[in-house]
């Protein structure tokens, strides 16, 4: 069965570094999200993501964060200069079309020290 | 921004009993649908609602929107130690800002 994978499972990052999360959605996907979940907290959105560019951004979504698709199969979120506050889980997630389920990766668990 | 309540935030309950998680929106929806997340897991979808008063049934888990579209809920019948999880409603705000809303959730504990 088709799935989202989400690379490296776990990173730890000294405050002020920068980190790349990378995803590769499900192929024939076409829209594309970022979320993030502190531990025991709500899975909050950051952006999504169609057609090459930004569709919606969240206000936690700032300047310190972008958005890459840069070989039209790894989708990509890179921090600039991580706080200790962007420690959390990162969900990448793709669907198909709006509408439709969203197909969830496994996560990549960031802690910044 | 938008924000999705969903009451409770947390339930106990002892294996065979009833659930059920509540999901309110203050604008009127398109669709809902519900995923669950296992501990230590990613969300997982469930189901979609589209229609005003719709209902749909996975085994013990009843799904219902609500007839104005602004509140849906999930039940589910004798729980089990697998029901465990948070269970988060997700409103699909879609057109061109493509946006998928989840709920604060309700994490279900169950004992055996």
């Known amino acids: 069965e088709p799935e989202v994978t989400q690379t490296p499972s776990h990173q730890v990052t000294q405050m002020g570094q920068e980190v790349i999360l990378r995803c590769v959605p499900i192929?024939?996907?076409?829209?594309f999200y970022w979320y993030r979940q502190i531990l025991g907290q709500k899975v909050e959105f950051l952006v999504s993501?169609?057609?090459?560019?930004?569709?919606?951004k969240s206000e936690i979504f700032d300047d310190q964060f972008s958005v890459e698709r840069p070989d039209g199969s790894n989708f990509t979120l890179k921090i600039r200069s991580t706080k200790l506050e962007d420690s959390a889980m990162y969900f990448c997630?793709?669907?198909?079309?709006?509408?439709?389920?969203?197909?969830f990766g496994q996560g990549t668990r960031l802690t910044v020290v | 921004g938008q924000q999705v309540m969903q009451i409770p935030q947390y339930q106990h309950v002892q294996e065979g009993e009833d659930f059920t998680t509540y999901c309110n929106s203050s604008?009127?929806?398109?669709?809902i649908q519900w995923y669950k997340q296992r501990p230590g897991g990613h969300p997982v979808f469930l189901i979609q609602?589209?229609?005003?008063?719709e209902v749909k049934k996975q085994k013990r888990l009843t799904f219902q929107f609500g007839e104005a579209k602004k509140n849906s809920s999930l039940h589910i019948t004798a729980t089990q130690t697998t029901d465990v999880g948070t269970y988060f409603c997700?409103?699909?705000?879609?057109?061109?800002?493509?946006?998928?809303?989840f709920g604060t959730g309700t994490l279900l504990a169950v004992q055996p």
């Open positions: 993501f169609y057609n090459n560019e930004i569709s919606e």
């Open positions: 997700a409103v699909d705000y879609g057109g061109a800002t493509n946006k998928l809303i």
């Open positions: 997630a793709s669907r198909v079309l709006l509408g439709t389920e969203a197909f």
């Open positions: 192929s024939n996907h076409l829209y």
């Open positions: 609602l589209v229609k005003s008063g």
């Open positions: 604008t009127t929806l398109s669709n």
